[in-house]
């Protein structure tokens, strides 16, 4: 991890949300930092785009769009996305936090791998691409930085989308190629086109230099490793290696075929070659020790094995080659006469014999004992194989789901791990992970809040908080709709919230004049109904209302309103003497212009343009003047307020 603190963004809180602990890496294209994501109390990598990159608008929006459909990809041996977002300059990703290694990393330590090792670092970087091409994405730059090994052995792609990202900016149209020279597909340095097969052929060079630890092709300069992708054919590992197996030849040379025709179809299809070719490797494979050279014939001591330590090596005797044969075999030493064994004791001898013979042959007969290897948590066809290398006859239960546990990946087995079994009794049965349980929230939309109660808790789910919000379309005590949106996966037992009709609100009408309040109230779907009293107020204007303002009301309903004496000639503006126009400002006045029905906030503007004060009241909330006071046409004088409803 990089202890660098000079960092500005270290110890700061981004987006308002993850404030960044330190920087993990800087590469090309962005920086990466530990967070913890406050609000959810967790911790997590922020990818930050340099701002090179942030500032490009094409960039910016390219980026947004690939990071969603990133986020769609779920997949165990996929680096997750979270979240995007910007604050100010920054333009950043939040993932899933792998804390271990690169695949370079590993390669930098140990040189190269043995072939079934690599074989089961790529199968699931294979699957975890081939779950991309499914879902119709590229990654465009498969290369071992971008591969991640967890310290608790899961394997992880990290970048999807990126390049792609990458291609929108200013950067590519000055002839910049969007990729990593090392691991590029011929079409992609001619043509800059890249498909499925684009990644499948990364994904050749990529497990060739981990069979060999080097590369297929070094230069002085980029462009002439890039001129080798496109008129080069890879050589095969075994070309480099000696004993590599043919398997991984072919594999390898399928997947760099320059023509991508020529290759698989996408990483799905190379994905079930290498299981394949993972399943018929030998358990130690791998290039060929070293074969001693055998002495040459005539040597006496030309023996397979040597001779036992506690044993003197006798060598030939050549004074027992001369003189007749018959000499030594007539006269046998007195003292060798003397040690002959009974008849008895070889009889004895020889039944001892056949009953180690026969101990032997009824251990030899006896089922091997087999040992159910630790297999919870790998990938489900990684595991199979394995399994199965093992001697066991392995079948695949019915997946269960599991909050901790990927889906994709072994929840359990039966036996479980360190079990002894025998090979007569070697089925071992896989329960594969179906992941977290997900309950699609239920469709209550135009029911009660009853009903809807009783639904949400038929699907396993409850009530989180009611609110209510007036709809002119939805009824009053319907469910206008949830949150999260119905149709949205939710945890088992998640509450959901529930959005109630209020209907309609009652308007306020209080002071309009009657024939705008009349208009108001027809067009809001309600009946207006008229009653006169004496009152000081202006002549013909509401002074009460029943229901109240903000009354929960139905479509149709009457509105009882109150209206002041429409013939009161006793009643004068604020500002006018005896009837007449006279006001204090040497008779100044101005006329009010009409603004009924136009935008509220483009008639605000016209008024406080002209002068005059604006005050605005709650009407039916359509977001357009339906009244206002003074009248349009009226004399007043300038910077007088005028009363909008709207």
């Not at 993990?24 to 922020?46: H, K, N």
Request: aromatic fraction near 4%; proline fraction near 8%.
């Amino acid at each position: 991890m990089d202890t660098t603190f000079t960092d500005p963004l270290v110890g700061k809180l981004l987006d308002g949300r993850y404030r960044v602990e330190s920087r993990i890496a800087r590469g090309g294209m962005a920086t990466v930092y530990l967070a913890l994501d406050i609000r959810l109390d967790r911790t997590v990598a922020v990818k930050v785009m340099h701002r090179s990159l942030a500032e490009d608008p094409s960039f910016v929006r390219r980026f947004i769009g690939e990071a969603k459909s990133v986020a769609s990809l779920s997949h165990p041996n996929v680096v997750h996305v979270f979240d995007q977002g910007t604050d100010g300059d920054n333009v950043y990703l939040s993932m899933e936090y792998v804390p271990g290694r690169t695949l370079r990393d590993v390669l930098r330590d140990r040189g190269r791998l043995p072939a079934r090792e690599a074989l089961e670092v790529m199968i699931p970087v294979l699957a975890a691409l081939g779950a991309a091409h499914q879902a119709g994405l590229v990654h465009r730059d498969v290369k071992p930085e971008n591969v991640l090994l967890s310290d608790d052995g899961r394997v992880k792609v990290v970048d999807f989308g990126l390049a792609r990202a990458i291609e929108a900016t200013n950067q590519t149209r000055t002839g910049v190629m969007i990729g990593t020279i090392g691991y590029m597909s011929p079409e992609q340095v001619t043509s800059g086109a890249t498909d499925a097969r684009s990644d499948v052929y990364s994904a050749g060079i990529m497990l060739f230099e981990l069979l060999t630890g080097r590369q297929p092709y070094e230069g002085e300069t980029p462009m002439s490793v890039a001129y080798r992708h496109v008129h080069d054919t890879v050589p095969l590992p075994s070309a480099l290696l000696p004993g590599s197996p043919v398997l991984l030849d072919t594999l390898v040379a399928r997947a760099t075929a320059r023509d991508p025709a020529a290759r698989p179809a996408d990483a799905t299809a190379l994905l079930v070659a290498a299981v394949e070719a993972h399943r018929m490797l030998p358990r130690e494979s791998g290039p060929a020790p070293s074969v001693p050279i055998a002495p040459p014939q005539g040597h006496a001591l030309a023996s397979a094995s040597p001779a036992p330590a506690n044993h003197t090596l006798v060598q030939p005797r050549t004074d027992l080659l001369t003189g007749p044969a018959t000499d030594r075999r007539a006269s046998p030493p007195a003292k060798a006469r003397r040690r002959f064994r009974p008849v008895w004791f070889l009889a004895a001898l020889a039944v001892v014999m056949m009953a180690g013979v026969g101990v032997t042959a009824w251990l030899s007969s006896q089922p091997t004992p087999l040992t159910v290897p630790k297999l919870v948590g790998e990938n489900v066809t990684v595991a199979t194989t394995k399994a199965q290398q093992l001697g066991f006859t392995v079948e695949s239960g019915k997946e269960e789901n599991d909050e901790k546990v990927p889906k994709g990946s072994v929840l359990r087995t039966e036996p479980t791990a360190g079990t002894q079994v025998t090979t007569e009794n070697s089925r071992l049965l896989l329960i594969p992970s179906a992941g977290p349980k997900r309950i699609a929230v239920p469709n209550v939309v135009g029911i009660s809040e009853a009903e809807a109660r009783s639904k949400l808790a038929e699907a396993g789910l409850a009530v989180n908080a009611v609110k209510k919000q007036a709809s002119e379309t939805v009824p009053r005590g319907q469910v206008m709709r949830t949150s999260p949106a119905v149709g949205n996966l939710v945890k088992e037992g998640s509450k959901v919230g529930l959005i109630m009709s209020a209907g309609l609100l009652t308007p306020d009408f209080k002071g309009m004049p009657r024939d705008q309040a009349d208009g108001a109230a027809r067009s809001g779907g309600f009946v207006p109904e008229f009653v006169e009293q004496t009152d000081a107020a202006q002549p013909c204007t509401v002074i009460a209302q029943d229901p109240q303002p903000n009354a929960e009301i139905d479509k149709g309903a009457a509105i009882r309103l109150t209206l002041s004496q429409c013939n009161n000639p006793e009643w004068h503006w604020p500002w006018e003497n005896n009837g007449e126009n006279a006001t204090d400002n040497g008779g100044v006045v101005s006329v009010m212009p009409n603004v009924l029905f136009k935008d509220i906030q483009a008639a605000r503007g016209e008024l406080q343009a002209a002068g005059f004060k604006v005050k605005i009241k709650k009407g039916l909330g359509r977001g357009r003047v339906l009244a206002q006071v003074p009248q349009a046409g009226q004399q007043v004088p300038p910077g007088t307020e005028a009363t909008l409803w709207q």
